[in-house]
């Protein structure tokens, strides 16, 4: 491979702070000559990644999600640990600047030395938006940094994306979780490695109730022989009440679960998603995009069935002939 | 569209058995001549389908799925509806016939002049299963039946697939529901829009535990402002007990739903799923899949990043040149 950015990898390896800040911004970049710069880049400092823990966390907007990653971010940078936030958000296309990006929702952790704060990238789909967020990932790792926060807004399905590049997820709630909970989209609570009921000092006995009803929901939704059986905590981010016992809670995880094999199995799916997606776009530059919509619209309406749409769009002539093979079997 | 099977078509739509269970022989054939002939028929009698009410059940072994299926059948065809049994099992390919296909599991529904119970296709992937199972409902509802029931063994993959393919899908469970749901794939719980506790004969009292439990998990997975609340019932499929109110269930999801808005999402996503598999199937044929394998090792292994991986195999030369430009935003 060759190495069109030395300097800046150097630096990047030394923890230089605004070598990073450079790194990732090459990344975000859509010129093309950019984008070759940021894989040799992200090529060449790749075997000094992935020494770090990886959480993903998320809540619906009120949880007090800001104020939870500072109050655990200080805890960790207290110790020594170098911390990097990092955010999803795929809304922040449509605004021009995300919400996240605003430094002073984490004032104290932003100036902290051992602290790293990145916004969402902006722009591109959920897909892009991701992709540059698990680049950030590997030159964060690179920089040095051990603990990577990232986070996601919890309405949409940046949670799937950020399960995926991460080695746990932490789902935060508030006291009322019969009521908060509902905000979340369905299937999030599924991925979630740990609830914490945030804000316990507002009420700290709906925060108990809130526990235990959340610890009997894990229960019924944890199959049997799962090497780690998600955990329902409490905190309070303000009083600092409970953040240590998250961090044992992601350290009993990553103990109980092989994190290298869960990682090796997220790089693959991520290779195997990018083919698909490579073979769906030059599948779509080869078809007619016309013949495509009017046939969809024939099947959408019950006359055709998905099998002969399907069927008709890969045979010109739209007869009734033997089709390729694999339709037979249609996906998996 | 030529119409290869004008005999069997018109047979059918009379309502007849024995040609309806021809007719579902044709679709699960694997010869090109039939596959043909099969797309023929279903596409002459789709105007005739779609009048169903279409349920998807699961539940693990042992949750008497069998007598609870032939409870609601009989009570349905003994009100006069018309009741077809089908079944997604994918490892019936490997046992070379499917457990569902014991006709002795059912033997009261087995004889009822109102009902038709066929056993999970054999052979081919998940995939290839489930398209011939929404085969059989279009041509079991050209048939004149008036109720789909379609059953899957609760421990794998085909949960999904069969609530893609039916207007709603009941969880079956037992009364020590803590413990039993685990033996129920993370995601299953998820699908359920009704939950029913079977066998509640057997515990009453664990019954109705096991229910409440069911109904505040259920509280929490459930997004706030969804149209449907899913529902914990119980049922004692041996004495018949509850399973008039399982049905009531059924009715009132399909009042609170627009099921026809479903069924036109359910079949645009079935037919982009057969279009990514085609565009899926065709590149494979494409790339040199000694190099894919090649390229597939060194992202496993750390050596190159997964967008690199991808830009190798699409650029023959594997150099350091502009890749596709949808490479830029990887899959969403």
Not at 97 to 123: C, E, N, Q, W, Y
Request: glycine share 10%; hydrophobic share 45%.
């Amino acid at each position: 491979m060759l190495s069109v950015s030395p300097p800046l990898a150097a630096a990047l390896l030394t923890g230089n702070r605004r070598a990073l800040a450079r790194a990732i911004t090459l990344t975000e970049s859509t010129r093309p000559d950019h984008e070759v710069q940021a894989q040799a880049l992200l090529a060449e400092v790749l075997p000094h990644a992935g020494r770090s823990v990886r959480v993903g966390l998320t809540g619906v907007p009120g949880v007090g999600k800001s104020t939870f990653i500072e109050a655990l971010g200080l805890l960790l940078a207290d110790a020594g640990h170098r911390v990097a936030v990092l955010a999803v958000d795929p809304s922040s296309a449509r605004t021009g600047g995300s919400i996240m990006g605003d430094k002073t929702r984490m004032p104290r952790l932003t100036v902290h030395a051992g602290a790293f704060i990145r916004p969402s990238p902006s722009g591109g789909t959920l897909g892009g938006v991701a992709r540059r967020t698990r680049e950030a990932i590997t030159l964060c790792e690179a920089a040095g940094y051990d603990v990577i926060l990232v986070e996601t807004v919890g309405v949409g399905q940046s949670e799937t994306q950020v399960a995926a590049m991460t080695d746990l997820f932490v789902l935060l709630t508030l006291p009322n979780a019969g009521d908060e909970l509902q905000g979340i989209k369905r299937g999030i609570m599924e991925l979630a490695d740990l609830c914490v009921v945030n804000k316990a000092d507002t009420d700290p006995r709906a925060a108990a109730r809130a526990q235990t009803e959340l610890t009997a929901a894990l229960r019924l939704l944890t199959p049997h022989g799962a090497p780690w059986r998600p955990r329902a905590l409490r905190s309070s981010a303000l009083t600092g009440a409970g953040i240590p016992q998250v961090w044992e809670g992601v350290e009993a995880y990553r103990q109980a679960v092989d994190v290298a094999a869960k990682r090796r199995a997220q790089t693959a799916v991520w290779f195997d998603d990018l083919l698909r997606e490579a073979a769906w776009q030059a599948f779509q530059a080869g078809v007619d995009a016309e013949r495509l919509r009017a046939l969809r619209a024939e099947v959408l309406a019950g006359t055709l069935t998905p099998v002969q749409g399907v069927r008709a769009l890969l045979s010109p002539s739209g007869g009734q002939q033997e089709g390729p093979p694999y339709l037979g079997d249609g996906p998996t």
